[in-house]
T-cell receptor, first 115, second 113 residues
Framework: DAGVIQSPRHEVTEMGQEVTLRCKPI?????LFWYRQTMMRGLELLIYFNNNVPIDDSGMPEDRFSAKMPNASFSTLKIQPSEPRDSAVYFC?????????????FGEGSRLTVL | GENVEQHPSTLSVQEGDSAVIKCTYSDSASNYFPWYKQELGKRPQLIIDIRSNVGEKKDQRIAVTLNKTAKHFSLHITETQPEDSAVYFCAAESGGSQGNLIFGKGTKLSVKP
């Protein structure tokens, strides 16, 4: 398996623009997570899905952020409108079962810069 | 909810010395504590984990200890090598949901040759 695949790897955009980040989890993994990493706040969980259903979105910063998982092999994280403070590395991760029974596999991340 | 504190934020050691990173957690229902290593510009990767039914686990030069009563756990790296230089994250399962991990803010370890 190719692992968790994220795109784009890098995105530079201007404030106010819409940003869409994409993720393909490892086949057969039932859990998908979106994390945001910054120097100040470390790795923050934004939202996670189980069998395509959002379970906990309490980490989503505000209404500008939304995430979807239309099927088992694809998820998106959308920011609209984007702001400079959204600049961060966004990681998608997946796991086969509940996190305490197995490993969480991370993608390579999407580095977002909002000017 | 779960809160994980990690110390120190930076750690510099000489090659061959030991390194210790400590974490505390708040949710007594948490039972799973993994450690991730993130090299510069790369993804975090699991290096070792421990569950609450054991107090210590070892894998070659890496060991993790857990004190459930005090709610803290530690990563020990012995005979450090330059390739151990990275950011290390501790994490705790969010006890309430069992579905996600709450991470510490990370420790940047530098091993000087």
């Amino acid at each position: 398996d190719a692992g968790v695949i994220q795109s784009p790897r890098h995105e530079v955009t201007e404030m106010g623009q819409e940003v869409t980040l994409r993720c393909k989890p490892i086949s057969g993994h039932d859990y998908l997570f979106w994390y945001r990493q910054t120097m100040m706040r470390g790795l923050e969980l934004l939202i996670y899905f189980n069998n395509n259903v959002p379970i906990d979105d309490s980490g989503m910063p505000e209404d500008r952020f939304s995430a979807k998982m239309p099927n088992a092999s694809f998820s998106t994280l959308k920011i609209q409108p984007s702001e400079p403070r959204d600049s961060a590395v966004y990681f998608c991760a997946s796991s086969k079962a509940v996190v305490n029974t197995g490993e969480l596999f991370f993608g390579e991340g999407s580095r977002l810069t909002v000017l | 909810g779960e809160n994980v504190e990690q110390h120190p934020s930076t750690l510099s050691v000489q090659e061959g010395d030991s390194a210790v990173i400590k974490c505390t957690y708040s949710d007594s229902a948490s039972n799973y504590f993994p450690w991730y290593k993130q090299e510069l510009g790369k993804r975090p990767q699991l290096i070792i984990d421990i569950r609450s039914n054991v107090g210590e686990k070892k894998d070659q030069r890496i060991a993790v200890t857990l004190n459930k009563t005090a709610k803290h756990f530690s990563l020990h790296i012995t005979e450090t090598q330059p390739e151990d230089s990275a950011v290390y994250f501790c994490a705790a399962e969010s006890g309430g949901s069992q579905g996600n991990l709450i991470f510490g803010k990370g420790t940047k370890l530098s091993v000087k040759p």
